[in-house]
Every structure is written in structure tokens, then in C-alpha cells.
């Protein structure tokens, strides 16, 4: 009986912290906060070609890689979503690819941007092809 | 109370992936371990339902089907929370619900390093008649699952479970290594344990079409894991040890199958164990939970 109640507890305390935790994620992410990461790739990284860029497929598995992994939260098209902000916009259409890998690789962990270095390094190259194939956007949502 | 237990668990379970209906998918990366950890979280506001399942050969005593389920939950992209509940069943003895755990993982690093640590505490609330084999500590023996189901489940057992993850990716290969400490809350001297494993993706490269049976939603792998003793007789002797060749297959439609036999390697293991598990990420689940408590609605 007191492990009933013992788990009991423990469950609605998950529950609890669930509904209090999951607040943060429903209000929009400081946007230039996260786009000012971008910024703080190490030079090594931002001189990085990105090798998949002759790939001819390259672009339409990034695509596919995009959609399984980062559509959720970045919105269709990259357009920016409820949890994360646009790749449209030109603070990541116009970084190096090599800058936009290394935040794949290392996250933006305490702004909710999570690691992606469980994707080996090409796949993770792909979602660069594709990003950077969208081209830039405005917010109003027109292609510049 | 002992009838009961076994229907609340497949009741929950049941609930819960009848709950799936309608929510977000999202594909998971994960790799084949069952015992080890690597160092990749959760994603932030998604919730992993997962069923695993162990069917161990037992010498001198009936063989018997371990079953738990874990629901994993990514509270911050640096923190992963997770519940479970246990259970089992003896051939010719009984069914019965084991318990449950509780595990929180943190990780303290923000950026991506060469080692990766992940910080991992446990409380768990178990009987004797515990069998899923999450870890093995201490002097963990096959003839521990001996006892009776209806003597074995009077034994009760609360412990804090401590580790230290430290992983790493390293061109596609993920290479872990793990070493656990346990106190039972009673007055038991610490116990020891350890996991090791090694695992990649059969290819590196994503398709350039949506596919369930592309190579790189299947990944490979080994795991090896055994006690270590206890404070007063540290060490490999008088414990048990397991290799575990696994592979895991990542659907795009977000569930994931994993399946991992087990070879004990010494006279203290199970000879043989089948473990398999599937698991189904539902992505924004804080986000629906938000609303449905806030009446947020965007």
C-alpha cells in the first residue's frame, strides 16, 4: 500500500512539473538571444566547408532529415515556430555553413536548442544543405 | 493487492499508447543499448513512451519474462526526467508488479565536448521479486531469482541510484561508459556496477527520400555490463557480467524497435536473456499538457 501511494506521488508530482515546465516552451524563444549564438562559433568551425556541398542529393535529404527532426519546433519551411525561432532569417541564411553545423553539433542547451550530435556529421552536413537552400525570408513571409 | 498490481500496470500502459492518438510524431535517434547510457537527452517537451521486455533463462529454477515501462520526458534540453514501472512473470509461479523508479539525468556541460557527462540519479521503489535486470550491482547472481515470487515480493527495497555517464560521438560512432553506485536505504554497505557500450548507424548519410527501411534508421551495437562488488569486496568476482550484441531501428513515423540478446559471460549470469523494447516519441507533449492545464489554446 505505501508503494501505491509512494508512486502515486511521485507520478502526479511528474504531472505537476510537466504542466509547470512545459509553460516556458509555449512562449516564443528570445529570438535574437538565439540568433546571437550563431555568432559565437569558434573560427575553426566558421572556416568549415560544408563537404556535402556537391552532393546533388544532398539538399533533398537535408530536407527529409528536417522534416523527422527539427519541423516540430522550427515550423515547415524552417518559417520558425511556437518553440523556435526562423532559419529564415538572415542572422542564419547569411552565417557560414560551418557556423550553422557547430550549432547543430553543440545545441543551444540552456536555450532550449538541443544537441544534435547524435546525427553522425554528414547527415548533420545535409541539414546545412537544406537550410541554406531555402534562401532568406522577412517576416512577413515573402522570399527576399 | 498482489492481483491487482499486474492489471494497474497494463492498465497505465495501455492508457498511455491509447493516448498517442492524434499527438505529434517526430523520429527519434536512439541508439540499441537496454543497460547503458549515452549522453543524448530528451528533446525539450517531448515525451518517450517505451515498453521493454526481458525473457531469461534461469538454471535450477523456471524461466521468466521481466517487462517494464518507461515514460521519458525532456523537461530542458539539459534534463530528463523519467517514471517506470516494473513487473514480472515466473513460468509456473505468478505475475506480479514489481515496483516503480524514478530517474532524473543532467547534463552539466553546455556545449559538445570530446567526453560527455551526464549526471544520473535514481530512486527506486522495488521488490524482491524485481527481474527486468535494468543494472546489475553488487553480487547480483542468477540464483538471486530463486525465490519465490510470493516470498521474494515481501522483500522490500528503496535505493538511490547514482552514476556517472561520460560518452561520446565520434564519427557516427557513439562509444559509452558508465559506472553506477547504489545505497539501499536501509543499512546495506554501497554496491557497484558498471555498463559499457559501442554503437553506430549502418550508414552515415540520410536518404534523399522519406524510408522506413533505409540503413540509416538502423543502428548497431554492443553492450557489456556487470557488478563490481561492494564497499567491503570491491571488485569482478562473485557477481554477474553480460554481452549484449543490439540494433535498434528508428521509424520516421516515430517509433523505435530495439532488440538485444544477452549472453552471461560468467557462472553467476543467466546463460541467456531476449530483451526487446518499443518506444513511440510523442513531440510538444508539455506543450498539450500546458494548454489542457492553462486552457491556453494557441
Not at chain 2, 188 to 215: D, I, M, V
Not at chain 2, 234 to 259: E, K, M, Q, V
Request: net charge negative; with cysteine.
Amino acid at each position: 500500500m505505501r508503494t501505491l501511494r509512494l508512486m502515486g506521488v511521485t507520478f502526479f508530482s511528474l504531472v505537476a512539473l510537466v504542466a509547470w515546465g512545459a509553460g516556458g516552451h509555449a512562449e516564443n524563444t528570445d529570438q535574437q538571444s538565439v540568433y546571437a549564438e550563431i555568432a559565437k562559433a569558434p573560427e575553426k568551425y566558421r572556416n568549415k566547408q560544408n563537404p556535402m556541398a556537391s552532393d546533388p542529393d544532398a539538399v533533398a535529404a537535408g530536407k527529409v532529415l528536417f522534416e523527422e527532426h527539427c519541423e516540430d519546433c522550427h515550423g515547415v519551411g524552417a518559417r520558425g515556430g511556437r518553440k523556435a525561432p526562423s532559419l529564415r532569417a538572415k542572422e542564419v541564411q547569411e552565417a557560414p555553413p560551418g557556423a550553422i553545423f557547430w550549432i547543430l553539433t553543440n545545441g543551444v542547451v540552456r536555450k532550449k536548442m538541443p544537441v544534435w550530435s547524435k546525427l553522425p556529421e554528414p547527415e548533420r552536413w545535409q541539414l546545412v544543405s537544406y537550410i541554406k537552400s531555402l534562401g532568406p525570408m522577412d517576416d512577413s513571409g515573402s522570399k527576399k | 493487492m498482489s492481483h491487482s498490481c499486474p492489471k494497474v500496470f497494463f492498465l497505465f500502459v495501455f492508457i498511455s499508447f491509447f493516448a498517442l492518438a492524434g499527438a505529434g510524431q517526430i523520429r527519434s535517434q536512439e541508439n540499441p543499448y537496454i543497460v547503458a547510457y549515452d549522453h543524448n537527452l530528451e528533446e525539450p517537451g517531448n515525451l518517450e513512451v517505451e515498453y521493454f521486455s526481458t525473457f531469461g533463462t534461469q538454471r535450477g529454477g523456471n524461466d521468466f519474462h521481466g517487462f517494464w515501462s518507461e515514460f521519458e520526458y525532456g523537461a530542458t534540453a539539459w534534463w530528463t526526467t523519467e517514471f517506470y514501472l516494473d513487473g514480472q512473470t515466473t513460468f509456473g509461479d505468478s505475475t506480479v508488479f514489481t515496483g516503480f523508479r524514478w530517474e532524473n539525468r543532467v547534463r552539466p556541460l553546455k556545449d559538445e565536448h570530446w567526453i560527455n557527462p551526464v549526471l544520473y540519479m535514481e530512486f527506486e521503489d522495488i521488490n524482491g521479486a524485481d527481474k527486468i535486470i535494468k543494472e546489475v550491482e553488487g553480487h547480483d547472481v542468477e540464483s538471486d531469482f530463486l525465490v519465490p515470487n510470493a516470498i521474494a515480493r515481501q522483500d522490500k527495497t528503496r535505493e538511490i541510484e547514482l552514476k556517472l555517464i561520460l560518452s561520446s560521438n565520434y564519427k557516427g560512432w557513439n562509444f559509452t561508459e558508465n559506472t553506477l553506485a547504489v545505497k539501499n536505504l536501509s543499512n546495506e554497505p554501497w554496491e557497484f556496477g558498471y555498463a559499457l557500450g559501442a554503437s553506430r548507424p549502418l550508414t552515415l548519410k540520410g536518404a534523399a527520400q522519406r524510408c522506413n527501411f533505409c540503413l540509416q534508421h538502423f543502428i548497431a551495437g554492443v553492450e557489456m555490463y556487470g557488478g563490481l562488488g561492494d564497499r567491503y569486496s570491491f571488485g569482478l568476482h562473485d557477481t554477474s557480467h553480460y554481452l549484449a550484441p543490439g540494433l535498434a531501428w528508428n521509424l520516421p513515423s516515430g517509433w523505435t524497435f530495439r532488440i538485444e540478446p544477452t549472453f552471461g559471460l560468467n557462472g553467476n549470469s543467466h546463460q541467456f536473456m531476449l530483451r526487446w523494447g518499443a518506444s513511440y516519441e510523442i513531440a510538444g507533449f508539455g506543450q498539450k499538457i500546458a494548454q489542457l492545464f492553462r486552457g491556453n489554446h494557441e
